[in-house]
């Protein structure tokens, strides 16, 4: 059990309409922070109102990239409960990307707690419209005021949150998808499957190209072969064809999303046939045009299901499913989404109450 | 021409005794900062005493590690006078990386003033024995505060600076160097050719894996085809095999060190035979079975020139050259560090006066 030192905000913020929240920007009014130093391990556990932070302009942060970070959101259930969603799998994945990029492991109810006590204190935070939800954002940064390359030996571990709004505000809108080709995201034997920063930097560039040619996100493929697919932006990617529900396996370049097990789990559970397997991009095409292509979607905390309705392979592109979202990804949509605020009994004991 | 304002410290620091001198540890008294935003570029160029830096805690730098650097020295010219080496192929390679990671680019001749600015203001601080430098180190982190992967739009561009000691005490000692197997630095269509955080991050595991089995550095393989020599740590490499000098060609994830160019253009102008091309690992070890791998050398701004004198390629064992720097290798090494302090009559002209 942590001691957590609190020290409550004497100036609270106005907090942002419903109608005006947008990803990512407002943040609530207190931060969670616990500093790690050798001889202490992780220690100083404290709430404090949001605030900006100090560091050396020499921080290892800063020059080799030693950082990670999870997302996760809390929901205002439909009974007024605050609820989570898996927060375990994402500590345990904290813990994965750490021991990946050599940042001290943290202790998982420890971790639990800092993000519970953040919640609760401001839970008046967490926006009730439907689709509405607190994102939370844990993160660690490496301190030490030192340049050569080693593992730091002092981090923050922090957690902020901000209110966020539907991701979908006029349902569900099939996605354009661009399959990069001359960009790779990860490979076997690199940091594809953490949680790190240097992930996200190199794949802006890549998002910008899709941007520019009018698609909302880039579908990755594997890093060596160049013909597997891996994910889509932040999410991962399921294909439904010909009645089957197909996933990339986890082959160590790809980020084993929370919601990506959810939905195996919950297929699983419906008797689905669902397989976790490498498939390349010429198999789903070939499927388009076999007619057997039923659905395609994306899974990750921002939107929990993100349907496909287009993808542009080398200048081929095919439409899938009318461009509208299939009955699979609407049914598991509703079933997430239901399980997350309560609406749903939650038989598989996925929802932690703060 | 940048504008820079100048605030001077009114509380120098100590500086340290010569043979104190740790790399990357203790910094001068000033930085130089500069600001961007997308209305204005960057602006608000200036000289402040060195000192931390607060920014919020969903600045962008912490979350997507989009962040780059740069690394050169200052050295005490024999005659007093202040030399860089070579610093616009730091400045051209700054903006090769911005490119990478959606940064903006940076005017070449402002980036040389402001580098030129700092290292005069602190030019007390250049330590003067042999062997030793000012360590100067340009970055530029993403600030905007925002939880969402996409280019930030502020940034701020900085220049520290640290004086180093000699990096060879007791002459030019042989390295061992852990080929690795099973981690990846880079691979085409990635950023390895960029000089940014999360290359860095992705490294400490394997490195730290060398370290414990008593091996100073890694040996990066492709990624793809796990057979071609890439880099030694943050180093390039060189083969002399057969009287030919051998170099990992740039193949788009191996970094463009300055130090490598200087070694090709300086053997060029020897009349000595260079290639730049793949070369596998089992070449090296199979020259070294037929007794024709003369000399392994590491290049790198640090070092200069550091020689290999084991390699460890799953378990096998190969000593080079007896464990005994090479004569080609120590003749590159004088001539470098005899041109950076202007030892050498520079018919290159690769030092800049400051
Ligand atoms: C690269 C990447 N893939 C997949 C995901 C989806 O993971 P999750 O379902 O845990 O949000 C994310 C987002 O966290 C991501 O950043
Ligand atoms: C990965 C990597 N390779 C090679 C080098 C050598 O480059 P340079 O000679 O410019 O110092 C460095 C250091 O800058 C590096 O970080």
Redesign the interface.
């Known amino acids: 059990m942590l001691n957590i030192q609190i020290e409550k905000t004497n100036q609270p913020k106005q907090k942002p309409e419903p109608e005006e929240l947008v990803?990512?920007?407002v943040?609530t009014d207190h931060?969670f922070v616990m500093d790690y130093e050798i001889s202490q391990g992780w220690h100083n556990p404290k709430i404090v109102p949001?605030?900006?932070?100090?560091?050396?302009?020499?921080a290892m942060?800063?020059?080799?990239?030693?950082?990670m970070?999870e997302g996760m959101k809390a929901y205002k259930g439909v009974d007024g409960r605050v609820l989570l969603f898996r927060p375990e799998k994402n500590i345990e994945r904290t813990n994965k990307t750490n021991d990946?990029?050599?940042i001290p492991q943290i202790d998982e109810d420890d971790m639990l707690q800092a993000i519970k006590a953040l919640v609760d204190i401001d839970k008046d935070w967490i926006p009730n419209a439907g689709g509405t939800a607190l994102?939370i954002?844990p993160?660690i940064?490496a301190t030490d005021?030192?340049?050569?390359?080693?593992?730091s030996n002092t981090y923050k571990f922090?957690v902020?949150a901000?209110p966020v709004g539907a991701y979908y505000k006029e349902g569900i809108n099939p996605v354009k998808i661009w399959v990069e080709t001359?960009?790779?995201?990860?490979?076997?034997?690199?940091?594809g499957e953490a949680k790190?920063?240097?992930?996200?930097?190199?794949?802006?560039?890549a998002?910008?190209k899709a941007k520019e040619r009018g698609y909302t996100q880039v579908l990755w493929l594997d890093?060596?072969e160049?013909k597997y697919v891996e994910e889509v932006?932040?999410m991962n990617v399921f294909f439904k064809i010909n009645g089957e529900i197909i996933t990339p396996e986890l082959t160590g370049s790809i980020l084993a999303g929370v919601t990506r097990n959810s939905v195996i789990e919950l297929l699983n559970a419906w008797g689905e046939r669902v397989v976790e397997r490498r498939i390349t991009i010429d198999e789903i095409y070939e499927a388009h045009k076999a007619g057997i292509l039923e659905e395609v979607f994306g899974t990750g905390t921002a939107a929990v299901i993100s349907p496909v309705g287009e993808l542009n392979y080398r200048g081929d592109m095919i439409t899938i499913n009318n461009n509208e979202i299939g009955a699979l990804s609407q049914k598991i949509y509703d079933t997430i989404t239901g399980l997350q605020t309560g609406a749903i009994k939650d038989e598989f004991g996925w929802t932690v109450e703060v």
Request: charged share 15%.
């Open positions: 990803f990512g920007a943040f931060m949001y605030q900006p932070i100090t560091l050396e302009p020499s942060v800063f020059h080799y990239g030693q950082e970070f990946r990029i050599c994102y954002r993160f940064i005021p030192y340049l050569g390359v080693r593992p922090m902020i901000c001359e960009y790779v995201r990860a490979v076997p034997g690199g940091v790190t920063g240097g992930n996200y930097a190199a794949s802006i560039k998002q910008m890093g060596v160049r932006g932040t």
